[in-house]
Each structure stands twice: as C-alpha cells, then as structure tokens.
C-alpha cells in the first residue's frame, strides 16, 4: 500500500509538476491517508509549508484565468512548455513520492525512484495526448487572429481560448484528485500509470502504422 501511495503521487505530478506538490502537503497536513510524524518530514504540517502550498494552487488558478496565462503553465496540456514540464515533472514526483513514503517509515531515496517512475510516463503520455489538441486550439486561435487582422473588423480575438481554460483547469483538478485517491485508496494509484502505458503503447502502435503505409505507398 506505500509503494501505491509513493507512485501515485509521483504519477499526478506528471499532470501538473506544482499543483501536485501542494496537494501532497496539504493532504499530508490532514493527514488523509498518511502521518508525517511518522517520518522526517513533520515540518510539513507547519503553517508556512501551509500557506505556500495554497498560495501555490491560487497561483495556478489565477493562471488559467489571467489573460496569457494558460500559455505560459508548466503543466501536460501546455506543448511550449515540454522541454521544462518533463524534467520539473521528474523532479516533482520524486519529491512527492520520496516525502509519503518516509512518512510511512521508509527510506526516502526508494519513495524518490517510486515516485519519479510513474510521473515521467505520465507527463510522456499526457504531454503526448492533452499537448496536441491544446496545439491544434492554439493554431485555430492564431488563425482566427490573421483573418480578423486581415479583415480589419475591429474583432478581439482572447489570447487564451475558452476550451484551453478548461482543459487547464481539468488537469489541475485531476492532478488534485488524483493525489486524494492515491493517498486514501491507494489501489488507485495504479490508474493514471496504467493509463499512460496504454497511451504510449498506442502511440508507437500508431507511429508504426504509420511507417509501414509510408513504406507502402513508397
């Protein structure tokens, strides 16, 4: 059940590396599903660790719903932001699932690699799924954009659609509901990795597929 709980964390930060972190601090405050005391991070129930994490979550939120502030989200539906959301992803799972699983008594390096595994092929597979369709979002959006300064109609085009403001807010929500379930029901920590495996096997299904009627048509 702490295995589950490390990698079910550390999954969810593939989601959304930040809103992750906080959500493991403030569940672990409460201690839904786990005790800090138990281990070496008991400074986590404190108000300031507290207080950042919230700040850190409000801080997502007023991006999503800022002007321009979508694109700039390190999180799996943002395509631009790939090159830092994998790595901070990496980072963040491993702190996650390195900070349950001491405070279940264990050794914090095996909770960082439990962790670590899970949020990289989440952040691939989510990168890979919920990047290209707020890509293809962004293009219609900059399309409209040309034709109504080529028009010249005096129509404002929003810099962020609406359909990518829900995407981003369902990624953090799904980050957040994740980490509650891997926490409390830790079975369901199995979910969003399984997931990811399935989609990455589909993509390079698909990718061959797609080789093999190059060749053909060749």
Do not use: Y
Not at 11 to 40: C, E, M, Y
Not at 191 to 196: F, M, N, S, T
């Amino acid at each position: 059940m702490h295995i589950l709980e490390a990698a079910g964390v550390g999954a969810a930060a593939g989601l959304s590396p930040l809103v992750a972190i906080a959500a493991v601090v403030i569940f672990a405050a409460v201690h839904l599903g786990v005790n800090p005391k138990h281990g070496d991070i008991g400074f986590v129930e404190g108000v300031a660790m507290i207080a950042i994490s919230a700040a850190l979550l409000l801080q997502s939120l007023l991006m999503i719903v800022a002007p321009g502030g979508v694109k700039v989200r390190i999180a799996a539906d943002r395509p631009g932001m790939k090159a830092l959301h994998l790595p901070l992803a990496i980072c963040a799972g491993g702190l996650a699932g390195a900070g349950v699983f001491n405070a279940e008594g264990h050794a914090a390096l095996a909770g960082a690699f439990l962790g670590a595994i899970p949020a990289a092929l989440v952040a691939l597979a989510a990168g890979g799924l919920l990047g290209g369709v707020t890509g293809r979002l962004d293009a219609k959006r900059k399309a409209e954009a040309s034709k109504a300064k080529e028009k010249d109609d005096g129509v404002s085009v929003k810099p962020d659609s609406t359909e990518g403001r829900i995407i981003a807010a369902g990624v953090d929500l799904v980050t957040i509901a994740a980490v509650a379930a891997a926490l409390a029901v830790p079975p369901l920590a199995l979910v969003l990795p399984v997931l990811a495996v399935l989609l990455l096997m589909g993509g390079k299904r698909r990718e061959a597929k797609k080789h093999e009627g190059l060749r053909v048509l060749r």
